[in-house]
């Protein structure tokens, strides 16, 4: 599971506005995005391809959370949907006329794989623009 840990010295992140640039930012890009919860925790989901790109394997989505505590938010990647992928790409491996199928499953991995990174960076600069003196730990996950 990929994670950041974001934490201020005396500002309290606004996890609200995050969000919303991030699901501005990726709708403007042609994905479905949402968020939903309150001031203290808050679950973005984002997806991008129609259901026959769901089907060949090229659907990209996940989920975030965003997790307030007294120290800074904590921000985790939810699972993605690999199992499609994989299902795919075995069902054409099995049928010979369908191997063209291993292609998009394995196109469909390459852009899911990318998508956590690139929604991290893009929340970073977010953070960094709306509060400068953030301490970012990528590979710490705090205890509450």
């Known amino acids: ?30 994905y479905q995005a949402q968020f939903l919860g309150n001031g203290d925790q808050l679950l973005i989901q984002f997806k991008k391809g129609s259901d026959l790109e769901a089907l060949i394997g090229l659907q990209a989505a996940l989920s975030l959370t965003m997790q307030r505590n007294g120290r800074g938010v904590l921000v985790t990647v939810g699972q993605q949907k690999w199992i499609d992928k994989a299902a795919v790409g075995a069902v054409s491996f099995i049928i010979p006329a369908l191997w063209p ?44």
Do not use: C
């Not at 794989?113 to 996950?141: E, H, M």
């Open 1 to 30: 599971m990929d994670a950041r840990f974001y934490q201020t010295a005396e500002t309290t992140i606004d996890i609200e506005r995050l969000a919303k640039d991030l699901v501005d930012a990726y709708y403007s890009q042609g």
């Open 101 to 144: 199928l291993a292609i998009t499953a394995g196109l469909g991995a390459i852009r899911q794989s990318g998508l956590a990174k690139q929604i991290f960076a893009l929340l970073d600069t977010f953070v960094r623009q709306q509060y400068p003196d953030v301490q970012i730990n990528p590979n710490a996950v705090p205890h509450f």
